[in-house]
């Protein structure tokens, strides 16, 4: 009898949020989802932790300490070792200048909070699929 072992990659989630209870949360709910998750609490340690492990997919808070979401998608997206990873960017002050100044910085996309963990997993699944095409 012959088994064919399938390589399961697990996908890596980067979580920047300066917010406890959003970074725990999401985190959980991701991992139970199969991915691996990463957390960090600001833009720079989120840039830091990105240029290391190449994560799939990353998740910023628009407003955190020392570095906000919209700076440090513009600086991901400079880099050459990370402007390929698709950045998401979360917020609980939906202002349509706020979405603009993300989208337009390099953010894939901008979702507002209370942004239920399960739409987060299917926009953070959707990003992967459109980049492994």
């Not at 600001?42 to 910023?60: H, K, Y």
């Not at 909070?113 to 997993?121: Q, S, T, Y």
């Amino acid at each position: 009898m012959t088994t064919t072992r399938r390589s399961v990659v697990t996908r890596r989630v980067l979580i920047a949020d300066d917010t406890f209870d959003t970074r725990e949360l999401y985190s959980l709910y991701l991992t139970l989802c199969g991915f691996a998750v990463q957390t960090v609490t600001d833009g720079e340690a989120a840039i830091e932790i990105a240029l290391e492990s190449q994560p799939d997919v990353m998740i910023l808070d628009l407003s955190m300490p020392r570095l906000d979401g919209i700076t440090a998608t513009k600086r991901l997206k400079e880099h050459p070792r990370t402007r390929q990873i698709p950045v998401i960017v979360v917020t609980g002050f939906p202002h349509k200048a706020a979405q603009h100044a993300a989208l337009e910085a390099g953010a894939e996309l901008f979702l507002e909070k209370p942004c239920l963990p399960d739409e987060l997993a299917k926009e953070v699944q959707r990003l992967i699929d459109r980049r492994l095409g």
